[in-house]
């Protein structure tokens, strides 16, 4: 079973940087694709970025674009997400989560749908 346990969110302001770190236990080759999606209080959840883990693809959200940079780190095996230029509307809990079992793994990094995560971390923007 996957384990997934995610740090480094806190409290900046507009324009601020934070990078989110996620840790993985229990990895097993049915999982190709891990990413991060987010959700704000009232809010559905939303598919943020992610990585195909075979040959390093990685999708974004429109909204982070340019912004935001997901990666891993094969030395200490974890997976990171890089957030610049952040924006109050980034204000939201953010959870790591790796492909869906549903959909195809690929699919599920295109689509920025996410089956286990972890218990999240929480980043606020303000203005």
């Known amino acids: 079973q996957v384990q997934l346990v995610e740090s480094g969110g806190g409290s900046v302001q507009t324009g601020g940087s934070l990078t989110l770190s996620c840790a993985a236990a229990?990895?097993?080759?049915?999982?190709?694709?891990m990413g991060w999606f987010r959700q704000a209080p009232g809010k559905g959840r939303e598919g943020v970025a992610s990585?195909?883990?075979?040959?390093?693809?990685?999708y974004y959200a429109d909204s982070v674009k340019g912004r935001f940079t997901i990666y891993r780190d094969y030395a200490d095996n974890k997976m990171y997400l890089k957030m610049n230029s952040l924006k109050p509307e980034d204000t939201a809990m953010y959870y790591c989560?790796?492909?869906?079992?549903?959909?195809?793994?690929?699919?599920?990094?295109?689509?920025?749908?996410?089956?286990?995560w972890g218990q999240g971390t929480q980043v606020t923007v303000s203005s």
């Open positions: 989560g790796t492909n869906s079992p549903t959909l195809n793994s690929r699919t599920s990094c295109s689509r920025l749908i996410f089956g286990s």
């Open positions: 990585i195909y883990t075979s040959d390093g693809s990685t």
């Open positions: 229990g990895l097993t080759y049915s999982v190709n694709c």
